[in-house]
């Protein structure tokens, strides 16, 4: 299997020159990482090159490393039945620059790329319908950013009087979105059994 993968890495570097900035073999799984304005020539040679044959659009998502300038890692998994191969490719992008939708060439990513949008606010230009498919049309922000405060921003609720939803602003006892997480006591304005141990008394 590893000679599968090192050989297929080595095609599709060759088949397109360029293109693949890394290649990772690790855990049995290879990794592809592609200049951006290349993804589309990758994974349409992919797709439809007789050595590869990958057929089976499996997903698409990212990762998101708020402290780089491309702070996303846009990642599609790939299946090829002929040679019982997987591949993951990967691009960087940033909150502004579009990465190509892979609805023309596999129309499964459709809902994928959408998901990934909503939720991390990546873009796919020549996406035939890019709206938000898992929270609210209104809703302010993308949750699965790593900045994305984890309260959120409004609570939902059903208000029986206005027989409506109605949003209100999230109102927190404790300031959760600066916890800086150094002990489970902030904000206690006593000693509690222990503490002494964190002062250095022994």
């Not at 290349?38 to 990212?62: E, M, Q, Y």
């Not at 609570?155 to 997480?181: N, T």
């Amino acid at each position: 299997m590893l000679a599968q993968l090192n050989d297929l890495a080595a095609k599709i570097t060759a088949a397109q020159p360029g293109a693949i900035i890394e290649t990772n073999l690790a855990y049995g799984e290879l990794t592809l990482t592609i200049a951006r304005d290349r993804w589309l020539d990758v994974v349409k040679t992919l797709r439809d090159g007789p050595d590869f044959l990958f057929v089976n659009f499996i997903d698409v998502t990212a990762a998101d490393y708020p402290e780089r300038e491309q702070r996303f890692d846009v990642v599609a998994h790939l299946l090829s039945p002929k040679h019982n191969l997987r591949v993951r490719l990967k691009t960087l992008t940033d909150e502004e620059t579009p990465v190509a939708s892979l609805t023309a060439l596999y129309p499964a990513a459709d809902w994928y790329e959408r998901e990934t949008y909503d939720l991390f606010g990546v873009t796919f230009s020549g996406h035939p319908d890019l709206r938000r498919i898992m929270t609210d049309y209104g809703f302010d922000g993308h949750p699965l950013r790593k900045d994305f405060p984890m309260t959120g921003f409004v609570e939902v609720r059903y208000d029986d009087e206005q027989k409506r939803v109605v949003y209100d602003p999230v109102r927190l006892v404790q300031e959760y979105r600066q916890f800086d997480f150094l002990s489970p006591w902030e904000g206690v304005q006593y000693d509690l059994p222990g503490d002494e141990k964190a002062k250095g008394q022994h």
